[in-house]
């Protein structure tokens, strides 16, 4: 269990609890969730998994998917953080005293700032007011920010979120008209096929309500029939094949219906998977890290899934059961409207009670399968860090500790799971008993009136038959919330992706210039976070074949600077200029290919060493990727393999050494022939031995091109034709190495004395 020791400004005994015990959840209007994963303890924090449900006129708070205490929004007067080391404390101040609300990571202090400034708003005026829309983008971890998420717009850095988990600081909303309309435009191509099936499911209903006619006449013509006999037998015999001729195209209805229903699935989830996946893509960087690896597959997979599954089969079955319900109604008034209507509201009476438990409990039903899908990301997301560090894993010998971890996440998942069910396992049959009182009392009517001699046997079985019918539809309302929710939150959290504005927009118009390898940055700034910039007010420009070193300390935004020549982002403000374009106004293709990157922390993707280099340039020929292997210095060791270009080099390249995964990556860099070359820490992780032997030939590369380049070792860019040395305030010193070593006052000098007494001091031990 995680303790913070360090003295905290406001202690929990200092602050007024004012919280009432959590009684029954009533109806509440939701405003916002916050999500929180500290517990405030008397002698610092405890780790757990909170969230903050503000309605208009109370705050729920919520652990471990149990509501624990209940707050009134009355006398509130105002919401603020208080900051403590790598803690935020939510307080609220009401009456003039101070309430503690939650305490959570500090990397949600945007989030939560969102959140507080509306809800401020809301004390102020009683009138809320959010001014981003409760669906905007969310973050995961223990923490998720609630509904508010970053920063919009173009290019922009909506702040990451906590750890951990997808999702886990909002429930999915209702269902409303917006993720309604999109899920229909989405599957606007199917609607022909979806209709069809819908034809089929009312026609397998509507052949199904002519069997119980058939059946009285059978019973009270026939069979019931005292002046009965042999001549009987032939029309008998034809009202029996009318009964097996219903049964068989009710089974080949459903077998079209059910082969039909397959191929509208299979569309839709093709349909659906395509857009999420090429919405995601599209996605800025931080567009995409506001979100975890888990709770993106799952969008794509599982959640797409859900509602594949709704439309091939939960959709058909509402209308089908809808459509006996209604027609059934219908014929029981017009073949007897006294006794055919008194059955009708004899039946449908009792379903009232149990439609209304429903309502009573939608809330709840909501919040249940908001929580449980929240647990499942969460676990899934914990799954997905395990392996993706495994080898980090088994190093320092976390094997049981990560089994623990892991098998904490689904006890959780298995202990909200376990909670819901037992909600169906009472609620459901409740429901279900309420909806069939009316069984019963069919059954003393019918009995009456054959007893009275008002009624034939026939006329009892058509009846009973067709109230019987009645009965499908109403038991399907006792699983249909909970299919509906489950669909509802799936269709919530897909379009919390595919609504995400946090996006690289391009112009219709984009240009496609002849890039030569100027570069300049005119008066960029630039944060990740509203009110703390990275970059401020850079002007920096870089001809045509010059090497430029970027240096600074850890945070000087030496990485941010480069990130902002690829585009992976875009400037607060001014602008960065590719041979004098505006690089917003440069098509997407023009800028990766005249780009080339060799990046710290080499990926390489599963699959062979020649898909790996082509990757940049799919259509390179085999020519080809043999001259930038050869550049790269690649060749000889390819060759050496097993299998040469096509040896398969596993997962992230784990079958091989830093240092040829490092080439490959060159390989691929220079596949494109870049005119502009980023160099970022490329051989930091290397040995000594290895990095002498990248950079003997990145020094060969790079003749001729523009290069940007970032080394831990600055003796590597002695030979850059200038070196910027970055710090808080953005461009401090500029000048080649000898000009910035005169200054012994400077940053650079500073960074260049410090690694040589490093330096000394190894070689010394060694």
Known sequence: MFRKKKKIPCSPNEILEGWEPAYKNEQEEEL??????YHPEKDGYSKTEGILFFGRHRIDRWEEGKLLERLPLEGGESLFLLRDGAALRLVLKKGGQRILLACASQKEKMHYGQCIQALNRYFEKGVWEPKRPLDGPERGGAS???????????????????????GRGRFSRKIGKAQVKWLFSMLKPLLPLLFLSLLLFIAFSAVGLISPTISQKLVDDYLGNEQRNSSMILPYLLLVLSLLACTVVQRLLSALRTRLTARIGCKAILKLREEVFSKVQNLSLAGIQKHTVGALMQRISRDTTVIKNFLVS??????????????????????????????????????VPGALLFRAFNRKIHTMYGIQWQVTSRSDSVLHDIFSGIRVVKAFGKEKDEIVRYDGTIQKM????????????????????????????VLYFVGREILGGQMTIGEMTKLTSYTAMIYGPLRMMTFLPRKIMHTATSVSKIYDVMNDEDVMH??????????????????????YEAGKPVLEHINLEVKKGEMIGLVGR???????????????????????LLDGTDIRDISPKCLRTSIGAVLQETFLFSGSIRQNIAYAKPDATGEEIVAAAKMAGAHEFIMRMSDGYDTYVGEKGCTLSGGERQRIAIARALLLDPKILILDEATSALDTETEKQIQEILSKLIAGRTTIAIAHRLSTLRNATRIVVLDSKGVAEEGTHEELMRNEQGIYYGLV????????VKGKKN
Not at 330 to 351: E, M, Q
């Open 32 to 37: 916002c969730l916050l999500s929180y994963d």
């Open 144 to 166: 998720g920010g609630g509904r508010f998420g970053g920063r919009g717009g173009s290019g922009s850095r909506g702040g990451p979120g906590g750890p951990g988990g997808a």
């Open 314 to 351: 939960d959709f058909g079955n509402i209308v089908e059961n809808l459509t006996t319900f209604l027609a059934v109604g219908i014929i029981l008034v017009y073949n007897d409207i006294k006794n055919g209507t008194f059955l009708f509201i004899l039946v449908v009476i009792p379903a």
């Open 414 to 441: 298995a202990q909200v799971e376990k909670h819901n069910e037992i909600f169906w396992a009472i609620l459901s049959p409740l429901v279900n008993f309420l909806m069939c009182l009316g069984e019963f009392t």
């Open 506 to 527: 391009h112009p219709e118009d984009a240009k496609e210039p002849e890039i030569t390898g100027n570069v300049t940055l005119k008066d960029v700034s630039f944060g």
């Open 554 to 576: 850890s945070g000087a935004g030496k990485s941010t600077l480069i990130n902002l020549v690829m585009r992976l982002y875009d400037p607060d403000e001014g602008q960065v």
């Open 753 to 760: 004395m410090a690694q040589r007494k490093m330096s000394s």
